[in-house]
């Protein structure tokens, strides 16, 4: 199986920060890496697919980056609303996600 | 627009069987695969497997092999998932989501949108 591994696990940032989230895979997974987005008693939300397309009406301050097996999630300047748990997900072979970051209030 | 629907909570005995729909609309139903992830409380989230709504094929994590049945009905546009043998480490909430795809320069590449609500199956004595 290929094992997906997100760092940091948590992160605190202060509204108008520049963050990044970083996912390793196990393997070299192409570009078959998604992000999705969970906020507290809610499914997940696609933010970003084949690991730097932006999902329609998901605002331009995320982006996300990589191929092989390095990937990253960036924010340009958080927002009150993106305080939440982020996961990356490969698609290369069945389905794994990563363990989740979350991004909590400074 | 596209909408997965799941059924309500679940309140289950060790070793009983607990059995989880998500009826889809707004898109034709045979078109996407429908996969399911659980999350357990305050845990990360767990791929179980997926089916094929066309021929109803399926495939399991090897760790709820023979344990997890997924099957659908076509003319409700509803796909189930039964999990049987429950122990209290089940206890999770249980989302189906739609397998999209897309055709890039490294071949096809799939995600999930959208999401089912989420089922809470709580597994106790």
């Known amino acids: 199986d290929i094992q997906m591994t997100q760092s940091p696990s948590s992160l605190s940032a202060s509204v108008g920060d520049r963050i990044t989230i970083t996912c390793r895979a196990s393997q070299s997974i192409s570009s078959y890496l998604n992000w999705y987005q969970q906020k507290p008693g809610k499914a997940p939300r696609l933010l970003i697919y084949?690991?730097?397309t932006l999902q329609s009406g998901v605002p331009s301050r995320f982006s996300g980056s990589g191929s092989g097996t390095d990937f990253s999630l960036t924010i340009s300047s958080l927002q009150p609303e993106d305080f939440a748990t982020y996961y990356c997900q490969q698609s290369y072979h069945t389905r794994t996600f990563g363990q989740g970051t979350k991004v909590e209030i400074k | 627009q596209v909408q997965l629907v799941q059924s309500g909570a679940e309140v289950k005995k060790p070793g009983a069987s607990v059995k989880v729909s998500c009826k889809a609309s707004g898109y034709t139903f045979t078109s996407n695969y429908l996969h399911w992830v659980r999350q357990a409380p305050g845990q990360g989230l767990e791929w179980m497997g997926l089916?094929?709504?066309?021929?109803?094929?399926?495939g399991y994590a090897q760790k709820f092999q023979g344990r997890v049945t997924m099957t659908k009905d076509t003319s409700t546009s509803t796909v189930f998932m039964e999990l049987s043998s429950l122990r209290s480490e089940d206890t999770a909430v249980y989302y189906c989501?739609?397998?999209?795809?897309?055709?890039?320069?490294?071949?096809?590449?799939?995600?999930?949108?959208?999401w089912g609500q989420g089922t809470l199956v709580t597994v106790s004595s």
């Open positions: 089916i094929n709504p066309s021929g109803g094929g399926t």
């Open positions: 084949v690991a730097s």
């Open positions: 989501a739609r397998d999209v795809d897309g055709i890039g320069s490294g071949g096809t590449y799939n995600w999930f949108d959208p």
